[in-house]
């Protein structure tokens, strides 16, 4: 299974970008998607989660300025980011809960990070 994300890029404080990561490959189901990100000599941390059932979990940095939510095909998640600010400038990964088989369990998957710098 591959995730591929992309939208990240440079924008000025109060401005918005919208990610996107899409799932390929041996896929059953998604049960879970989100977006982690990691700042230069931090931690990763979670960002915003969205199940299968469209039901969302929000860092408290981030409520109220982004909003994750999946794709029609299930298989691609979103996050629109708005009123960015310098502290959101991170490596920003999406991650996915995934099924290959019927009936298998649930392995966890990664993508290779999208770059979001927020200065002016």
């Known amino acids: 299974v591959q995730l591929q994300a992309s939208g990240g890029g440079l924008v000025q404080p109060g401005g918005s970008l919208r990610l996107s990561c899409a799932a390929s490959?041996?896929?059953?189901?998604?049960?879970?998607m989100g977006w982690y990100r990691q700042a230069p000599g931090k931690q990763r941390e979670l960002v915003a989660t969205?199940?299968?059932?469209?039901?969302?979990n929000y860092a408290d940095s981030v409520k109220g300025r982004f909003t994750i939510s999946r794709g029609n095909a299930n298989n691609t998640v979103y996050l629109q980011m708005n009123s960015l600010k310098p502290e959101d400038t991170a490596v920003y990964y999406c991650?996915?809960?995934?099924?290959?088989?019927?009936?298998?369990?649930?392995?966890?998957?990664w993508g290779q990070g999208t770059q979001v710098t927020v200065s002016s």
């Open positions: 991650n996915a809960g995934v099924v290959n088989i019927k009936y298998g369990p649930q392995y966890r998957y």
């Open positions: 969205v199940t299968s059932g469209a039901s969302t």
């Open positions: 490959g041996r896929i059953f189901a998604i049960n879970d």
